[in-house]
């Protein structure tokens, strides 16, 4: 298994968008909607941000979401905020029944 | 509300097995049907899956750890344990434990605060 693969970084101004990607394989992405994406400031625990590819848990903003083409899944934070500015990681199930982290994306908010 | 919280030596010498233990405490282990897994990430680097357990034992490891693996649970304690076996000092890490969904969806909902283990002499 090899991690899925992210950009090492990527940054964007206070109001502006980015968006993250995550690419994968046709035997992990590809093949099923299973991607969730976690975000990590310095010294804490990861938190789940989306799920199943777009989906949001309860008290995550709106300000996230997520889509998939192919073998690549991207996570997208409109609205830039300063308290954006962490480590984000993909996450996809292989099947039979693994996972697998991307690389991890730091965002520097300018 | 849910809390996970590892626990173990901080310290663990190369060759030697790194033991950790994460209570959850706020919710049970028996009988919900989510599972419960371990995920690491060495100092500066990204996260690593290890391994998950349902409560009934039933377990799924990272291939490329598998042969060094083993996740088990004990539901009277409600806690569920992470073994490394023959470790060396790329297993120096902040290892972390998680809940994850119950329904096969593959995603980690509730973290612990990760506990850091160093493999050194």
């Known amino acids: 298994q090899s991690a899925l693969t992210q950009p090492a970084s990527v940054s964007g101004s206070p109001g502006q968008s980015i968006t993250i990607s995550c690419t994968g394989t046709?035997?992990?992405?590809?093949?099923?909607?299973?991607v969730s994406w976690y975000q990590q400031h310095p010294g804490e625990a990861p938190k789940l941000m989306l799920y199943?590819?777009?989906k949001r848990p309860s008290g995550v903003s709106n300000r996230f979401s997520g889509s998939k083409s192919g073998n690549t899944a991207s996570l997208t934070i409109s609205g830039l905020q300063a308290e954006d500015e962490a480590d984000y990681y993909c996450?996809?199930?292989?099947?039979?029944?693994?996972?697998?982290f991307g690389g991890g994306t730091k965002l520097t908010v300018l | 509300q849910l809390q996970l919280q590892e626990s173990g030596p901080g310290l663990v010498k190369p060759s030697e097995t790194l033991s950790l233990t994460c209570t959850v405490s706020?919710?049970?282990?028996?009988?919900?049907?989510?599972?419960w897994g371990w995920i690491r990430q060495p100092p500066g680097k990204g996260l690593e899956w290890l391994g998950s357990?349902?409560?009934?034992?039933?377990?799924s490891y990272n291939p490329s750890l598998k042969s060094r693996v083993t996740v088990s649970v004990d539901t009277s304690k409600n806690q569920f344990s992470l073994r490394l076996s023959s470790v060396t000092a790329a297993d120096t890490a902040v290892y972390y434990c998680a809940r994850r969904d119950p329904h096969y969806k593959y995603y980690f909902d509730n973290w612990g605060q990760g506990t850091l283990v160093t493999v050194s002499s």
């Open positions: 706020g919710g049970s282990i028996y009988p919900n049907e989510y599972y």
């Open positions: 199943e590819v777009s």
């Open positions: 046709s035997s992990d992405v590809g093949s099923y909607n299973l």
């Open positions: 357990i349902f409560y009934s034992g039933s377990t």
């Open positions: 996450c996809s199930y292989v099947d039979p029944s693994t996972m697998i």
